[in-house]
């Protein structure tokens, strides 16, 4: 057992959460049972990812996806349903959205990145004027390859708009529903933009820009992170840890 406040402490540190603008609220989010021995990790909250935390004896919860996102609203409906039921259990919730985006060791970019053997990485994709993912250099292979390895990675089917060179050589990534920042892949010239989920302009943005582009979905375009986070809190503390899936193909 340990203080769930030293890990929230670490976490906040570590991820550098206080000098990051976020429209979420990173951080502990809902306070429950000071003394900790189990952490669930998980993406997004939700109450099937609470009620199977609660089965699994987690007196903590860590998501990528929190409750809290910059404004205050009513506590009524969906909201309170969730916020009651951690109440009632006594559990913590912890969320951490940009930060673990954006963070060049367990952030899910740089995750993203590993998978491909990338290197000379450089910060990408312009957020509210903060790069959140990254861009660097892959030995040359053929898009079916690349598009292999993610979904291995990712446990997901990827969608692949094939429009621009068959062999990859440079490559972008920002996971999540980051489609918007395809114009800047395309400034770069990048043969391969990696993200999680796509929409309508996308198809015409990639032919234009002659660029390729997969896209893992939101959801599991960002379990790296929260696992590679998990991995390292698994290893600082003496508590019992694991990751919840709660599949989402979007």
């Not at 053929?142 to 062999?167: F, I, M, N, T, W």
């Not at 933009?193 to 375009?221: F, K, M």
Request: charged share 20%.
């Amino acid at each position: 057992m340990v203080n769930c406040e030293d890990v929230i402490r670490f976490l906040d540190t570590y991820l550098n959460s206080a000098q990051i603008t976020d429209a979420s609220r990173n951080g502990l989010q809902v306070a429950g049972t000071p003394r900790v021995g189990k952490i669930v990790f998980g993406v997004s909250a939700s109450l099937e990812l609470f009620r199977k935390a609660k089965v699994a004896g987690a007196d903590l919860i860590v998501v990528h996806h929190g409750l809290l996102w910059g404004q205050e609203q009513p506590i009524t409906g969906l909201f309170r349903d969730r916020i009651a039921f951690l109440l009632k259990n006594d559990i913590n919730l912890a969320g951490y959205h940009l930060p673990l985006d954006m963070h060049p060791v367990v952030g899910h970019n740089a995750c993203l990145m590993r998978a491909l053997r990338a290197e000379r990485l450089k910060p990408f994709g312009e957020y509210h004027g903060t790069p959140i993912g990254f861009c660097g250099m892959v030995q040359p292979a053929p898009l079916e390859d690349l598009v292999s390895v993610l979904e291995a990675y990712c446990g997901a089917k990827a969608q692949v708009l094939a429009y621009g060179p068959k062999r990859v050589e440079t490559v972008g990534v920002v996971s999540g529903g980051a489609y918007s920042l395809l114009p800047q892949a395309i400034g770069q010239k990048l043969d391969l933009y990696v993200t999680g989920a796509l929409d309508e302009p996308a198809q015409e943005w990639c032919r234009e820009g002659r660029i390729n582009c997969v896209a893992l979905g939101h959801y599991n375009s960002e379990k790296p992170g929260v696992l590679a986070l998990m991995d390292l809190v698994s290893k600082r503390f003496d508590v019992q840890t694991e990751f919840i899936d709660v599949a989402n193909p979007l």
